[in-house]
């Protein structure tokens, strides 16, 4: 993990997260809308039967970016035996070519990340615009319109392609593990890489919430 494309690598334990694990009710998600709570059943499912990785093995967490102009670039989180290990921006310099910045982008997660874990969990990234220009400004993040969407989709493709056939992929919801994290009051920062270690977090917390922490042991490998 200390390829001289990564920068900002952040070394700290899981206590940095100011999170108490053992706290059942601590990131529960509460209150949904109906098409909420139907994708959190998905997520919880596979989350479910990803679990001996999750918890045994090695996963990454990534918040996805094409590498825009504005300076947004994809992040990423390594958790291993359930406990979090590093945090850390992609770096891919900003060049016009969207197809360029997306090979270098495969490139460097191939070689630096991809060979080192069991599992990608990545954000799942909406089919509509997911903030107003106001929302954007009051959040610091970027404005996110049709085309935004439509090059994020690509990012996301070409991040899943960087990894092993046979990996297993998670697609994390974004309001969901937002929800996550506010209601268990923590702070979203405005910082990638701290997004993807929240994503991590989010699918250890909802182990932990189905109380299959200490069930993993007993689960065979899966290879799907």
Request: aromatic share 8%; proline share 4%.
């Amino acid at each position: 993990m200390r390829e001289s494309y990564i920068l900002s690598i952040v070394h700290m334990n899981a206590t940095y997260m100011g999170i108490d694990m053992s706290n059942k009710s601590a990131g529960k998600i509460g209150k949904l809308t109906t098409k909420q709570q139907e994708a959190l059943g998905k997520i919880r499912s596979t989350i479910l039967y990803h679990r001996n990785r999750i918890i045994n093995g090695t996963f990454v967490a990534i918040d996805p970016s094409c590498v825009s102009a504005t300076g947004s670039k994809p992040a990423y989180a390594i958790y291993q035996k359930g406990e979090f290990v590093e945090q850390g921006i992609i770096d891919v310099k900003y060049k016009p070519a969207l197809s360029y910045r997306l090979q270098m982008m495969r490139k460097v997660i191939s070689e630096s990340i991809a060979p080192h874990v069991d599992l990608l969990i990545i954000e799942d990234v909406p089919v509509r615009p997911i903030r107003t220009m106001k929302q954007a400004a009051s959040s610091g993040k970027t404005f996110m319109n049709f085309n935004s969407i439509s090059s994020l989709k690509k990012a996301c493709g070409t991040i899943i392609s960087a990894f092993e056939v046979g990996t297993p992929v998670i697609e994390f919801p974004a309001n969901l593990w937002q929800k996550m994290v506010h209601n268990a009051g923590l702070e979203i920062s405005k910082k990638d890489d701290d997004d993807a270690r929240w994503i991590g977090w989010a699918a250890i917390r909802l182990l932990t919430e189905m109380g299959e922490m200490c069930d993993a042991e007993d689960e065979p490998n899966d290879d799907a």
